[in-house]
């Protein structure tokens, strides 16, 4: 099967940065997109910034100019910066990758989650 393994989140005072990281393991036998989604206490899930095989990259509107998304294909790990964080920010976010496995289903995995919080 595929796991994400997370890194990064915690704690910042707005106007700081973060680094989130994910790396993809197991029997994959082509990674399709790889991408950061959040969720806020009473809010729906979201895209936050997506990656794809091509180099194309989606950002929600409210973190264009703040965030920043890289994929390292070397190592299946995917990157998000986040600079210049806002109160609003704060959510759980979570690693997704849209894969090829080896039982050749295309399907989505998610990870765990980390919690980032951004005070005033």
């Known amino acids: 099967q595929v796991q994400l393994v997370e890194s990064g989140g915690g704690l910042v005072q707005a106007g700081g940065s973060l680094r989130l990281s994910c790396a993809a393991s197991g029997r994959i036998v082509g990674i399709r997109s790889m991408g950061w989604y959040r969720q806020a206490p009473g809010s729906q899930r979201e895209l936050v910034a997506d990656?794809?095989?091509?180099?194309?990259?989606n950002y929600a509107d409210s973190v264009k100019g703040r965030f920043t998304i890289s994929r390292d294909y070397d190592k299946n790990t995917v990157s998000l910066q986040m600079d210049s964080l806002k109160p609003e920010d704060t959510a759980v976010y979570y690693c997704n990758t849209n894969v090829l496995n080896s039982a050749w289903k295309i399907q989505n995995y998610w990870g765990q989650g980390t919690q980032v919080t951004v005070s005033s």
């Open positions: 990656t794809t095989r091509g180099g194309g990259t």
